[in-house]
């Protein structure tokens, strides 16, 4: 006698950590039935039905695995047998030491894996209210723009308020509109290739510049959406630009480690980089440059950079309200809702922010109901990985009386930051001579990931992790 069939998973959201989680629980034997609206019931944001839509940049950052946070981040997730970091690799574009994707290409591709599964369902209605009773086991991963029928049953249940912030979108170029007598291919201190176009202005140009982008007419807000935070890794080009003359040129528009090649005797006083969007080279999007100004506004402000005078948008920038739980309050170790927990949340609506943390939570989330639905112990990473300490900050690890309210919990990309110090960090190199502050640093980081990768492979062993060092 055959045994009966396994309930499903239920994911929500059909994003990148909606994806991931239905991936990794497919991979795992367990069904999932995968719920995205689009494009039956399209968002603020998206443009497309496709599954793991990008809606910002195309970058998925650093892939600097031995130094940076987020690099170290991608290495985990491969290691995990991520289908965001494995659809990534095979669509990647030029971007220096960054992982920049075919925009296109990657969700067409995440979209057909999913597809193709024998044990994920792709259902294209929307949920609306609270997940019926007889689904068990739910990962609601609906990102930051989830519909309000969802997001208000979450809180009547929660009897919490839900945490907001707007997200900008940054316009995209097409290629061929960028005059490059003017711009230049460099990246910045030629690390990796000249992946980036750059523009130069001059002092005069530059303040220019500033005083129209503070000066622009911009969306304006509804009643509801005036008190809304902005995130900080994500503001708006006109709020830096506001927040002093000189904010933007050691921010976005930094001339450092860049030589104009048509005139290499004269210093640029900042410096506006594109960055290619799609595997063709046709598209470029403008980096740092989210914005609320309204679009004919961003034609005008945008065509006054050296180089872009006549330039052609493929998108012009936009502007959405993000939703995020106060997770640590109302979360548990395993990303299930305290007042209910079948349901479990993915992605940035829980407080990570970026592509691949997001990507990340969902991994996270689907393997500890795997775990569940199969009888198997729930296992969190170790907090001295990336996935651990990411995971540490959106649930409050076990600090029982930690203060989560809104001043203290707010959307966080991983970094460095929310790993456990090294007990005993690098004081001297290899040759014994005692290490420069920027020699510690770099000790320090390199250290921290040997570490988290050590930790990660024992976990995925399923040996006890090593101690901190």
């Not at 989560?404 to 960090?425: I, K, T």
């Not at 190199?429 to 020699?439: I, M, S, T, V, Y």
Request: glycine fraction near 8%; charge should be neutral.
């Amino acid at each position: 006698m055959s045994a009966p069939p396994q309930k499903p998973v239920h994911v929500i959201g059909g994003g990148l950590a909606g994806s991931e989680a239905a991936w990794q629980l497919a991979e795992r034997g367990v069904p999932v039935v995968l719920h995205e609206m689009r494009p039956v019931r399209a968002t603020a944001a998206h443009k497309t039905g496709g599954l793991a839509e990008l809606v910002c940049s195309n970058s998925f950052r650093s892939d600097d695995a031995a130094n940076n946070a987020v690099g170290l981040l991608h290495a985990e997730m491969r290691l995990l047998g991520s289908l965001i970091m494995r659809t990534a690799d095979a669509h990647q574009v030029p971007a220096g030491s960054a992982l920049a994707v075919d925009r296109d290409g990657f969700s067409a591709a995440v979209t057909a894996a999913l597809e193709a599964h024998p044990l994920v369902t792709i259902d294209r209605s929307e949920v609306a209210g609270l997940p019926p009773e007889d689904w068990d086991s739910v990962i609601v991963a609906t990102g930051p723009l989830t519909s309000p029928a969802l997001a208000d049953a979450v809180r009547t249940l929660s009897g919490e308020e839900s945490l907001a912030f707007f997200d900008a979108l940054a316009p995209i170029v097409h290629r061929e509109s960028i005059d490059m007598s003017v711009a230049w291919f460099q990246s910045r201190y030629d690390k990796s290739g000249a992946d980036y176009i750059n523009c130069p202005m001059d002092r005069t140009q530059y303040e220019a510049f500033v005083n129209a982008l503070i000066t622009g007419e911009r969306v304006s807000f509804h009643d509801w959406e005036a008190s809304t935070p902005y995130f900080d890794g994500c503001l708006p080009i006109e709020v830096m630009a506001e927040r002093g003359p000189e904010t933007l040129r050691h921010g976005p528009m930094k001339p450092m480690g860049l030589t104009n090649a048509h005139k290499p005797t004269e210093k640029a006083y900042a410096v506006v980089q594109l960055r290619q969007d799609n595997k063709l080279g046709t598209l470029f999007n403008i980096v740092g440059f989210q914005t609320k100004l309204k679009h004919s506004e961003q034609v005008r402000v945008f065509r006054t950079i050296p180089g872009l005078e006549h330039a052609e948008f493929a998108r012009l920038g936009g502007l959405h309200r993000n939703t995020y739980l106060n997770s640590p309050r109302l979360l548990d170790a395993s990303l299930r809702l305290k007042a209910m927990p079948r349901l479990r949340f993915a992605g940035q609506i829980t407080g990570c922010e970026g592509y691949v943390e997001s990507s990340a939570v969902g991994l996270m989330a689907a393997r500890f109901a795997a775990a569940e639905r199969r009888g198997e112990p729930v296992s969190p990473p170790p907090v001295t990985t990336a996935h651990g300490a990411l995971l540490n900050h959106i649930t409050g690890g076990h600090l029982e009386t930690i203060d989560a309210g809104p001043r203290s919990f707010q959307p966080m990309n991983v970094n460095f930051g929310l790993f456990p110090p090294l007990h005993d960090a690098p004081k001297k190199g290899p040759d014994g001579k005692r290490l420069r502050a920027n020699e510690r640093t770099v000790a320090k980081k390199q250290a921290l990931t040997r570490r988290a990768l050590a930790d990660l492979q024992a976990w995925i062993a399923g040996a006890p992790a090593a101690a901190a060092e």
